[in-house]
Structure formats: C-alpha cells, structure tokens
C-alpha cells in the first residue's frame, strides 16, 4: 500500500475556510491520485460540500493551496477550472429543469468546439446510458431522481474531463439505482477518469474507492486505502451502523 | 377609435410594445432574479436617440431603428459593467436599490440635456389609414406589430440554437450549475442587458412615434407597465413575458373603451395586483424550483449600529427644540420642517423596509391618504384640524394596511412590485373618484393647521408642532424596538421561515407594523395638506416614496436616529450647498447608487 500511489492530479494542502465568522475547514489537506476514485466521507456539516465548491472555485479559501495537475486553482473562476478539465455532478443533480435531456447532456460540453466529437460523444453517452435514448426530447425536469442522475454523469463525461467530482451521487436514489450508478462511476473510472466523491453512505462509497477521508466539523480524522477503512473500526463504528454492515 | 375591433388592434399594437420591454425584463429577471428598474429609463433614452436621429440627423427609419438599438444596447452594457457588477457578491436588496438610483441619473440626464418640454416625433411614415374588417390600421400599427414579431423571432432563434443563447437559458434555470458547466455568468449577464436594452431603446422610439411625443415622464410609466406584464406572465418567462404584455395591452384598451383613458392605468395595476393574490408565479409559470437560497436573512445588510448616548440625542433634541428662539431665517425653519415630515415618512418607511423587511416602493400612498383624508374632514365635515390630522394618521393606518394585505404572502422584490402598484392605484383612485377626492382638480383652500382653536400660522409654531409630532412618534418606535414585538419584527425580516415555526403569526406582525407605519405616514401627509393649503393626486408622488427609501438607506435600515438624521440630510444639504431644484433628483440617484456600492448600511447602521 505504500508504493503504489501514483503522482497527484488533485492537491488541496492546508486549506482553511470561513463563512463569516464560522471556520469550516481547519487545515485540510487531500489528495486524489491519477486514476484513482477518491471519497470523501462525514456527517451533516462537516465542511464536506464546501470541499467540492472550493475544488470548483464556487467558494474561495482564506488561506492553503488547490492544485490541479501541477498547476494552481487558487483565483480562477468557475468556468476556467472546468476549463481545466475537472467537471461536476452537483448534489440534488441541478440539472437544467426546462432544457430538454439532449440540451443538458449537450450543455456539458459547452466548454469545447469541436462540434464533430461531441456529437460521436452524445452517441456514446447513449451507449453507457442507454435509458436516456428515448428521453433525448423530454424535459429534464419530468425525469425519476435516477434517470436525472444518469443525465448528470453523462453530463459532466461530455467535457471529456480528466476529473469528475461528485456530490453525494447515491442521494436520494432507489436501491437499484444506487447500484447502478456505482457501477458507472466504476466504469468511468476505468476509462482513465479521476473521481472526486464526496459521500454520506460510507459503507457504499467504500466499495469502489480507492482512498478514503473521513471529515469530522472540518477536521480530517482518518485517511487511507479504502480497503483499510472499511476495516478501521472507527469508521465501522461511526458511519458503517457498528458490525451490521459487510 | 370607434369600434371593438379598433379597441382590439390598439390593446395588441400597444402590447407590442410593452412587450419590448417586459421580454427584456423577463431575461434580466431569469438570469439576475432582478427586477430591472432602470429599464424604462433606457426606453427614454431610445426615444430621445430617435429624436436625435430623425430631427436632426435625418436619418431613413431603418437606419434610425439600428441606431436607437445599437446606442441603447451600450447604455445597457453600460450599466451591467459599471452599475450592477460590482454588486455581485452584495445583499439581494443592492442591485434592486442600484437600478433604481441609475434610473433616476439617466432621466434626469436625459431631462437636463433635452429641457422637460415634450418633443415631437414624427414616424417618417405615411399617415394613411387601411379598412380591415370594422377597424382601421395604419402603417405604424404595421411597423410595431412587425418590429416585435421580428424581435420575438431573432430572440426565439438565439436562445434555441446559438451558443450564448443556451448559456441564457442554462444560467436563467440554475446560475451555479451552469457556471460549472463552464458558462460565464458575466457575459451572460452583458447578453441580456444589451438584448434587453437594445429592445427597450426601440420599444421607446416607437411608442414616441405612436403618440407623436416623447417627454421624461415616459420613462417610469414604462417600467411600471414592463413590470407589470412580465409578472402577469411570470416572472422570468420570456414567452410568457409577451403574453402578459398583450393581455395587458388588451385589459387597457377595453377598460378605456369603456371608462375612458383616465382609467388606462388603473386597469393595468388591478390586473397586476389580481395576478399577484391569485397566482403570485405568474399566469404561465411552470412547476419551477423554489427560487435559490437564501430567500430572506441577508436581504438587509447586517452591520453594527452606531451606538448614540441618550444624553447627545437629548441635548440635540433640545437644540432643534430652542432653535427659533435664536434669530434664524424663515428659510431654515421652512427647510427643517420639510426635514421633520420627511422624517415622519422615514420613521414609518424604516419600520416597515427596515425592521420588518417589506421594502415599500409605494409608500407615498400613505401620504396621501391622511392629506386627503385630513383636508376633506376639516373642510367638509369641519372637523377641528388637530383631530383631522390624527384622522387622517387613522385613516392611513386602516385602509393602507387593509390595501396591502394582499402582498402579505409576497417576499423580497414582489413586495416591492406589489407596493409600487398599490402606490400607483391610490394615486389613480384619487384621480377618478371625483365625487369624494375632486378629481384632477385637486383640493384647494385647505384651512391652515391649528391645535385647540389657535391657528399655528407662524414659522415657529408649525415648527415646534412638526417637530413635537415627530419626535413623540421616534420616541414610540424606540419603544416599540426594544420591545418585544420588535424582536419578533426583526425575526420576520431575518427568516421568516424560520419566524413562522417558531408560531409567529405573519399577517399580524406585518399588519402591526403596517397600522404603525401608516399612521406616522398619514399623520405626516395631514400635516403637509393643511401646511401646502392645496393638494392633488400628483401632490405624493413615487419621486417621494422613492426620497424616502433613500433617507431611510441613508440613515441606515431600522435605525430611527438614521430615519431622521437621513432627512436632514437629504432636505437640508441641497438647501446648504444651493443646489438647483432641477440637478436635486440627480444627486438623489447618485446618493442612493453611492451608499448602495459603498455603505450599503447606511450612516448609522441597520438595526
């Protein structure tokens, strides 16, 4: 476990965060490997959202560092870190409720030009999501909570991102489509896509990260190889409902 | 005009152009959640372009309609860049309060540069008349009707297939979803306000064209009647946006087939306030989500009031109190007691926007109810002026809180539309109900305010009595802050979510601070009638209910020391530095934009 890790594409050292008064981060530092999923778990209000909004330049930090792939985020705006190749699937999905499915999968390339290769990538979301095939012309709006998280995913893939982050993706999801986007997030990972997750089902996200952070009111309290947390009888006993879960 | 079918063409053609403006509106609203208040200033402005263009310029219409467009959309750019960015990251309330401030500067700009004297002009077209069924239509009809198919059509095809315009749309159903799509909301933000502008600046050059004049006065009625179209379609919905408008021109032009042309804006703001009880999204808003968080709590700018010692506030109240004791002007003491009802307006206006939250944009209507009310009781009924004064404080605080309920269930920047209208309706009921108010004629010989049968005809005495009532109605409303009702008043404002679970009862608390406010108001506009000795429906204005908002942003939200030290200020300033009447309004505006980008608190903080 000690060699293994490749070289960082997603670096946050030292951040600390304030809403007013309130600190939400104390001197966090995470990293997401190359390649690799990375979770983020804790409980209501551990500054676990506000991770994502600082990656994604939504919220700034008083002080610390965000690096992508070597290079500062700390200042950009928004729509220049997606530029950068780090595209999101937001908590609740925010999808585009009176845009059409086709008009959102396509609003996730907004950033590119190439118009020839986003519509060979609108067929390929397709394939990786066949459902949304006969959802094209219908409104996002009128569409389950999972067939919206599908469009989210395929969404965020259409920026051809080197990094997705999500935000509690499983939320509020049946069991079947919790499974079944598990399973993408899987697949999209394999496909060469660092994931960034930020989970309330610790047991879950366990599964298919391969390192893990535990964050505690803005303090990271444990961090590792997934395998090991889902172990640590810590976690177990704080998100895993103690011996119950597997 | 004689037959139905003239009344239809005339609702559509005028529609039309309300739709101009109100498809504006409803892009700005859908991306900024903002009610564009400066947009019918940029109407005023395209009129006054096509002036130039057509009078002195000679230009052809095409070329005039290009350039009205063109000069009208960077004006609009203008104001996105240097007005309403740098607010980004300000209380919901600021750019609200910023529009406002712009539209005062751009007409009295406009006003300045052109003298306040109506222009004509002339429509470069021929002045036939074509038969068509009943009616007769003239080539005008045409051109209107044609600009705004051919505007609804252009904006149809940019927001469906080009790449700016789904950015729009994306950033108008979820700012910071589309951010993270890669949108930037800020040349989102220029898109509409040049779209908007643009049609605007048209919409004003073809309705001056329409009635053969263009004059300053144009320019609010078209915000009013933009506003009023886009929330009858819903706020934010440009499809709807332009149903509204002709609704809305329709709803005018049988209303004045029937009752006459005194009645045209009545009809349009019933229709409004109808819409805003009966269906507050809007007749053809969709299921959409609620609109973003947070809905109240930083709506006000928090800040730290500035302590004042009891002591300094009783030894300045004394030295105003002794004033005319020492040999000062007639012109001082008129000045300070113009100060001390503007105060009384504040007071109210600052327990109502401040504490409570309900900005009032309407809150000149307050005014006139007690001068009307006050001057017909002591003038009809001979009603001893000093019991007709606090009638009409009475009157005010019943039948102004019985006429706002209605927007109880509103928040944030409807409260403000719905108090607007309001406003307006009881300036227009003033001006219809002959029999009661005396019409556009107005009220003269008001007898002169006296208090147990002595009549207070001298400078010092109306002096001392404004300024006693004044003080008598800030030493209540101190009290009542402290209070416990105060507590609960500040809570509404805050969250009112959050006010309701804990069991407080809106309506009451609003209709509380409304009878409060209302009558200082009232007792304010009685003094004021029986002081000007004549009075008439354009006597309390939305000019004043907007001199008021400033006082009171000026002073700080809530603060009642800043509700008086803000008209002091505001009154008695101009009258130090010897400023002319005409450039007063422009300093107003330039006040208001100043604070809002700069103090946003005020002098003395929010409370």
């Excluded at chain 1, 983020?40 to 792939?69: C, H, Q, W, Y």
């Excluded at chain 1, 950033?111 to 390929?124: G, P, W």
């Excluded at chain 2, 105003?320 to 504040?346: C, D, E, H, R």
Aim: charged residues 10%; proline residues 4%.
């Amino acid at each position: 476990m000690t060699t293994s890790v490749p070289e960082p594409l997603l670096a946050l050292s030292g951040v600390n965060t304030f809403y007013g008064q309130a600190q939400v981060h104390f001197d966090l530092s995470i990293t997401v490997a190359r390649g690799h999923i990375v979770c983020l778990l804790g409980g209501n209000a551990s500054g676990k959202s506000t991770t994502m909004k600082i990656i994604l330049g939504l919220v700034k930090p008083r002080s610390g560092e965000v690096t992508f792939d070597g290079a500062s985020l700390i200042g950009l705006a928004t729509p220049q870190i997606v530029r950068r190749g780090i595209a999101s699937v937001p908590e609740a999905r925010r999808l585009f409720a009176d845009m059409s499915v086709r008009e959102n999968i396509l609003m996730g390339a907004f950033v590119r030009n190439d118009r020839d290769a986003v519509a060979q990538d609108l067929d390929r979301m397709l394939t990786l999501f066949p459902k949304l095939g006969q959802r094209l012309s219908q409104r996002a709006g009128s569409l389950s909570g999972g067939e919206q998280q599908m469009v989210a995913m395929a969404r965020a893939l259409m920026s051809r991102p080197r990094m997705i982050v999500m935000d509690e993706p499983t939320m509020g999801l049946s069991p079947l489509y919790v499974d079944r986007v598990l399973e993408l997030i899987r697949t999209i990972n394999q496909e060469g896509v660092s994931v960034f997750m930020v989970e309330q089902n610790a047991s879950l996200a366990l599964e298919i990260a391969h390192e893990a952070y535990v964050l505690q009111t803005g303090k990271i309290v444990l961090s590792g190889p997934a395998r090991a947390l889902k172990d640590d009888p810590r976690v177990r006993d704080a998100y895993l409902g103690g011996s119950e879960a597997a | 005009m004689s037959s139905w079918l003239d009344y239809t063409i005339n609702g559509l053609i005028v529609g039309n152009v309300y739709a101009l403006v109100a498809v504006g509106l409803a892009l700005i609203f859908g991306v900024s959640r903002l009610i564009n208040f400066a947009q019918g200033s940029i109407y005023l402005v395209g009129a006054y372009i096509g002036w130039v263009a057509v009078v002195q310029l000679h230009t052809p219409l095409p070329l005039t309609i290009i350039v009205v467009a063109a000069a009208a959309a960077v004006v609009g750019l203008v104001i996105e860049r240097f007005g309403l960015r740098p607010l980004q990251n300000s209380v919901r309330i600021a750019p609200l309060l910023a529009t406002i401030g712009i539209s005062f500067v751009l007409d009295q700009l406009v006003m300045l540069t052109f003298s306040p004297n109506p222009r004509a002009l002339p429509s470069q077209l021929p002045d036939v008349r074509f038969q068509l069924g009943g009616g007769t239509i003239g080539p005008l009809d045409l051109l209107i009707a044609g600009v705004g198919i051919t505007s609804a059509l252009l904006l149809f095809v940019f927001l469906r297939y080009s790449k700016l315009g789904w950015a729009v749309r994306a950033a108008s159903q979820d700012r910071d979803a589309a951010m993270q799509m890669g949108v930037d909301v800020n040349r989102v933000n220029q898109a509409v306000f040049g779209i908007a502008a643009a049609l605007g600046g048209v919409s004003g050059m073809l309705v001056g064209m329409y009635y053969n004049q263009i004059d300053t006065a144009m320019s609010l009625q078209a915000t009013l009647k933009g506003v009023v179209a886009e929330v009858v379609g819903g706020a934010g919905n440009v499809p709807g946006a332009v149903i509204g408008s002709l609704l809305l021109g329709l709803v005018e032009s049988y209303g004045v087939a029937v009752f006459g042309t005194s009645y045209r804006n009545l009809f349009a703001f019933l229709l409004l306030v109808v819409v805003l009880v009966l269906r507050p999204n809007g007749l053809f808003a969709s299921a959409r989500q609620a609109p973003p968080e947070p809905l109240t709590g930083t709506f006000i700018a928090p800040s730290r009031p500035v302590r004042i010692p009891r002591w300094a506030l009783a030894v300045a109240a004394a030295i105003f109190a002794v004033l005319p004791f020492f040999p000062v002007s007639f012109y001082v003491l008129q000045t300070l007691i113009n100060a001390w009802l503007l105060g009384m307006l504040a007071l109210s206006l600052t327990l109502v926007a401040g504490t409570v939250g309900q900005v009032s944009l309407g809150h000149a209507a307050l005014l006139a109810i007690g001068a009307y009310t006050s001057a017909l009781l002591s003038l009809t009924l001979s009603v001893p002026v000093g019991l007709a004064v606090i009638g009409g404080g009475l009157m005010s605080a019943a039948l102004g809180t019985l006429l706002i309920s209605p927007s109880f269930r509103l928040r944030g920047h409807y409260v403000s539309i719905a108090t607007l209208a309001i406003g307006e309706i009881v300036s227009l009921v003033i001006l219809n109900w002959e029999g009661v108010t005396r019409g556009p004629i107005g009220i003269s010989g008001i007898p002169p305010l006296s208090l147990f049968g002595y009549d207070l005809i001298s400078p010092s005495s109306v002096y001392w009595f404004s300024f006693a009532v004044m003080v008598v109605l800030a030493l209540l409303q101190g009290r009542l802050l402290t209070s416990h009702l105060g507590r609960s008043f500040r809570a509404i404002r805050d969250d009112d979510i959050a006010a309701r679970a804990y069991g407080l009862s809106l309506n009451r608390y609003k209709s509380l601070a409304f009878i409060f406010g209302g009558f200082a108001a009232g007792v304010s506009g009685g003094i004021a009638a029986h002081l000007y000795s004549y009075i008439n429906h354009e006597t309390f204005n939305t000019q004043q209910s907007i001199l008021a908002l400033t006082v009171v942003i000026l002073g700080g939200l809530g603060n009642v020391v800043g509700a008086i030290l803000g008209s002091v200020a505001l009154v008695g300033l101009p009258e130090v530095f010897r400023i002319a009447a005409e450039y007063r309004i422009l300093i107003y505006g330039i006040v208001l934009l100043l604070l809002v980008r700069f103090r946003p608190q005020g002098l003395l903080g929010t409370i």
